[in-house]
């Protein structure tokens, strides 16, 4: 247990940090599924909307620090390919 008034408020502050990140990565996860949902349906035009919709979400949550650069360029490139596969 901690002891010192800034372990405890660490403590605090971890919890709302993890409540506040975890809804951030919820939120970008939707967008990602959103462009698979319209990969999986062929709908290539819905497809190209919701990866426009999807890029801004993932650079947001690179520039907040809830998700590594790399991964979300790789996602980005990933399902990029994919749409402009259809």
Known sequence: MANTPQAKKRIRRNERRA???GA???RIRNYVK???VAIEGGDK?????AL?????ELARGVARGV???NTAARKMSRLSKRV???
């Not at 035009?45 to 909307?49: T, Y």
């Not at 426009?52 to 801004?56: H, L, S």
């Open 19 to 21: 409540e506040i990140n």
């Open 24 to 26: 951030r990565m919820s």
């Open 34 to 36: 959103k462009v698979e």
């Open 45 to 49: 035009s819905a497809a190209q909307d």
């Open 52 to 56: 426009k919709t999807m890029q801004p």
């Open 67 to 69: 998700m590594h650069k």
């Open 84 to 86: 402009a596969a259809l």
